[in-house]
């Protein structure tokens, strides 16, 4: 059975065609792409879908949190699941290539994809698809929070909980139009004196909501030193769409090991991953052999890096990274230094169209090592740098390291102190550039800022 087909970026032929800037080493031979401008805006010709031809065409799994049952058949809404772990252990016993509707809803790990424990990898070519609205992944369940006030710490309600890495307010926004999060503070009693916090003591948890109200799992969500979606070594190629992920110790979308596969998210996010003793990122991708697509994706207020790719194998690096109509902001809590919106490492090669980086607690786009970048219209602001969590990053927009190079072409930055930064022997090359007023640039003794 097909699938409802939610929203892609659309294959395009008007407008002007962009040729990708000599030295980039993007091999174009494996993945066809095409890139054109049509008036202010940079296109991506591409269509996300056609790297999970075998999933799609595969078997369908249904899941529905509101009226699936666990021992069903998984193979029509009248026979959902209800949880998406089991959808992939029913596609992984049949042994080919499968693909997952799951019902919009808010999915807790015990209903996600880890089973309240390490996450059920995909061991075939899987695609998960959101249908009728979105789907929330959350490192955490419903909790039995109690009727009434501690008896020693009157304003704070508190129950057995341990291994807790963010409390978020349901009820009240942050600056981004997001649930709030309350502040951490060390014990019970700053928690009784401090609205908006929460402190976890021993195996108790202390919560001290802003508004005075009692925590119920409608207002108050309690995040866990555990995974919302961590793929491994033996996952196959994966396509999501459609999924929000909160929380996440290792990485809100957390992708490690040696293997060679497609990884695709189309319309996902990722906020509020790690902690303060495991300060992680909202994608962390590593050591994947092939194409890392992301398409109109979210990273937002994680506790280190929005967009982290890095190889560790060495030889030559074959994760090539693309990202189209993304953003990341607000990255960077607790005390974490160097906290970006979008980064790369160790020589990878990639491409950025249309991005939006601002807000971060450190440079909002920055590479190292060998790393190669090509961003088409992409936006960065706003960078915060990291003196507020200890650093000596100063708000930057765009900052090469090492030996990194970066185009920039019809880029844009403002608000932050400088624009552009080229540290080490790196290199900027820009092409109608525009800077925001009063932004500075700088470069390195035997670094390069030009135009191209």
Partial sequence: MRMPRLGITARTRAGRRVAPPSGLGFPFADYPLAFRQRGGRYLCDIRPEAYATAALAGPSYFVDIATGNDGNAGTSWGA???????????????????????????????????????????????????VGGRVTCWAGGDLGWPGSPDGTYGNCYALARSNVTAVLDLAHANSFGEPG?????ADAASCNATAGSWAQVGGTLYVHRADGAAPTNANTRVLLVVDAFAL?????????????????????????????????FVDCSARYAGGPSHLYDGFRIFDT????????????????????????????????????????????????????????????????????????????????GASRLWCLGTEARDSLGDGLRG????PVDFNTQETAIFWLERTKSSGSARSLVAGDTSAL???????????????????????Y
């Fill in 391 to 394: 650093g000596s990053i100063a």
């Fill in 80 to 130: 959902a699941v209800k949880s998406i772990f089991v959808a992939t252990q029913l596609g992984n016993a049949g042994g080919v290539p499968f693909n997952v509707a799951v019902k919009a809803g808010v999915y807790p790990r015990a209903n996600g994809f880890t089973n309240s424990g390490p996450m059920v990898v995909p061991t075939q070519p899987a695609a998960y698809r959101a």
């Fill in 181 to 185: 999060e309350l502040a951490r503070v």
């Fill in 232 to 264: 491994d070594g033996t996952g196959k190629s994966v396509y999501l769409e459609g999924f929000d992920f909160q929380g996440g110790a290792n990485g809100g979308v957390f992708v490690q090991g040696v293997a060679t596969r497609s990884l695709v």
């Fill in 289 to 368: 052999t092939g194409l890392v697509m992301l398409v109109r994706c979210i990273a937002a207020s994680n506790a280190k890096d929005g967009f982290n790719f890095h190889w560790g194998q060495g030889g030559a690096p074959a994760l090539h990274h693309l990202t189209v109509d993304c953003r990341a902001y607000g990255n960077g809590r607790y005390e974490s230094q160097s906290n970006n919106g979008l980064t790369s490492h160790d020589g990878l090669v990639g491409i950025d169209v249309g991005g939006i980086y601002h807000d971060n607690f450190g440079a909002n786009v920055v590479s190292n």
């Fill in 429 to 451: 090359h820009v092409r109608a550039h525009r800077a925001g007023e009063g932004q500075a640039q700088a470069a390195a003794v035997g670094a390069v800022i030009a135009a």
